[in-house]
């Protein structure tokens, strides 16, 4: 799930809208098939028309060849002077037939509706050589005509008598140009019918398009071409060679001379209706879509917002504010959680306010009667070293006084740390030169010797530091402390500062025994003292608690450094004020 109710309504909105986009997407994608599949039928039928027609037309020139051929061979004949004439007569009769002509057994024209062809031999003919070798009729494939140089093919049937011997030969001889008028199919925009022979070389196409010989052979390369002309029917797309473009294509096979029909269409022209539909249907998909997530977007902001506002809220009580109160107009349930989040805030400030007052009265109290204990320690003290009172009072006064002592720092610990959790601790900042604070901080440590120890190394340049001083103290004083307490009698305690970017690091490196890797994320903590200390059993493992929470009152944080055997540093950051140096 989201981490953000901004994100679970987007979340929801896609749960909504993506099913609707895939089933709308489904939709599309089905009609623009459907599309597909009607045009590639529609072309299949088409070429099957057109197969159909061209298969009718080549019956009808192959049964009028034998009328012909009868009429040559019959008892009556035609005499030589009227063959002509006859041949003539029928190749009027037919719009698709240049000429009709008359061929010996030996393959040579010897009459001919067109004069230019008798007298030329056509023995090296394929489809002459198919009838001379028994086949009833034949059909070429486009070929390049003797007489005029142009693309014709030619359907050529056999008169035998009957003892079946060959006779001779009629041929029709067909005008690849002039198959339009066989089939006078008038298709829309781009799209196209063609018939292609055996080889697959193109024979006619409609809308006529000028192709050179070779070009006729580019056809052949179509992949749709082969199996039609295996006998299949045949869809699919290909690149025709003369304008680069995708067409959608049917093949079916023209049995009776083994020639294969094809009608096509412009892919990009057919599916372009489908396409801009879908286009515009999907674009107002993506303009509901876009539309519902920016509602979803602003409903978010509009139920985060108070939210937001109740998040600050409570970082502010958190840090101890109390005063605050967050208004949230609605919906009316964030408007009675705030109600009730500011019933609660009144509440615990009450609470804190009560808890402040009991530590108040609580360390006053105790620190009445060890004021008296200490005064009358010290008085006894001073009377025992003028030799007014035995030494065994010396020694006892000593160890009152400095029980007494230990007991108000633990008190005062206690208080700091209310203070902290609280949020109560007030800090009255000011820029603080750290040099002279610190000579000032140690030459206050208690036993002159112990100062002694301390050595400060501060870098050049040092700036300024925003600090309350007496909290500053407090941090020094109980890292020095510490650090004099858990190490070597002579051993020295370095207390450095560096400047690191808008910040000043202190650090206070000790020569102890240092602190176990496991112990070392725990020393902050209330009551935690690590192992190696717990021979000294003063206090309330409060100080580096309290050192902790006033260098992050302060905007800084705090960690610390350790090797077993070699010594703690601990570090700890001040804003600097940038611009002057201490």
């Known amino acids: 799930m989201p981490g953000s109710i901004a994100g679970t309504l987007n979340l929801l909105l896609l749960i909504m809208i993506v099913p609707i986009v895939l089933i709308l997407a489904a939709f599309f994608y089905g009609g623009y098939n459907d599309r597909r599949a009607a045009e590639f039928k529609a072309n299949l039928e088409l070429a099957r028309a057109v197969a159909a027609a061209f298969d009718a037309h080549i019956d009808d020139i192959v049964r009028q060849e034998l009328a012909i051929g009868l009429a040559m061979t019959g008892s009556l004949g035609q005499p030589a002077s009227e063959a002509g004439v006859y041949l003539v007569a029928n190749a009027g009769a037919y719009a698709t037939v240049r000429d009709f002509s008359w061929l010996t057994a030996q393959g040579t024209a010897v009459f001919s509706s067109d004069p230019r062809s008798v007298g030329l031999n056509f023995a090296d003919r394929r489809y002459f050589q198919a009838v001379a070798a028994g086949k009833e009729w034949a059909a070429s494939d486009l070929l390049m005509d003797k007489a005029k140089g142009q693309p014709v093919f030619v359907v050529a049937r056999g008169i035998r008598d009957s003892q079946g011997r060959l006779q001779g030969v009629v041929t029709a001889v067909i005008d690849s140009n002039r198959l339009g008028d066989l089939l006078p199919v008038a298709r829309a925009e781009q799209a196209s019918v063609g018939v292609s022979d055996g080889r697959g070389w193109g024979v006619y196409r409609y809308p006529e ?105 409570a970082v502010a009580v958190g840090q101890g504010d109390f005063e605050q109160h967050v208004a949230v107009a ?144 407090r941090v020094v004083v109980n890292l020095l402390s510490n650090a004099l307490k858990y190490s070597a009698a002579d051993s020295a305690v370095t207390v450095a500062a560096r400047a690191d970017g808008d910040q000043v690091v202190v650090s206070v490196t ?47 944080r705090t960690w610390v450094e350790s090797q077993l055997g070699r010594g703690s540093t601990f570090h700890f950051t001040l804003p600097a004020q940038r611009g002057e140096e201490g």
Not at 356 to 382: C, F, K, M, W
Request: no cysteine; charged share 25%.
């Open 330 to 473: 609605k919906p009316a349930e964030l408007r009675d959680l705030a109600n009730a989040f500011n019933i609660m805030a009144g509440e615990i400030g009450l609470r804190e306010e009560e808890r402040e007052g009991y530590v108040h009265a609580i360390s006053h109290d105790l620190r009445n009667p060890l004021t008296a204990v200490q005064g009358q320690a010290q008085l006894l003290l001073h009377r025992a070293e003028k030799a007014e009172l035995p030494a065994y009072v010396q020694t006892g006064a000593e160890a009152v006084l400095v029980s007494a002592r230990r007991m108000n720092v633990m008190i005062q610990d206690l208080v700091d740390t209310a203070r902290l959790q609280s949020g109560q601790l007030r800090l009255n900042t000011r820029p603080l030169a750290l040099a002279p604070f610190l000579d000032e901080a140690i030459e206050r440590l208690s036993g002159s010797q112990e100062a002694e120890r301390v050595r400060i190394d501060l870098a050049p340049d040092l700036p300024l530091v925003l600090a309350d001083p007496d909290r500053l103290e």
């Open 209 to 313: 398009v000028p192709m050179t010989w070779e070009q006729r052979n580019w056809i052949a390369q179509d992949p749709t071409v082969a199996p039609a002309l295996a006998g299949k029917e045949v869809t699919g797309t290909f690149v025709w060679f003369y304008d680069g473009q995708t067409r959608m294509v049917a093949r079916v096979p023209i049995r009776s001379i083994g020639w294969v029909a094809g009608a096509a269409s412009l892919e990009a022209e057919t599916m372009a209706p489908v396409i801009r539909d879908t286009a515009t249907e999907f674009g107002l998909v993506l303009f509901v879509v876009l539309g519902a997530f920016l509602l979803s977007l602003t409903i978010g902001r509009h139920l985060t917002a108070p939210l937001q506002r109740l998040r600050e809220h």
């Open 510 to 556: 000790d020569q102890g025994a240092g602190i176990p890797p496991e112990e070392v994320p725990l020393v902050f903590e209330r009551f935690y003292r690590a192992e190696g200390t717990r021979e000294h059993r003063e206090g309330l493992g409060l100080g580096l608690h309290i050192v902790r929470g006033l260098v992050e009152a302060h905007g800084g």
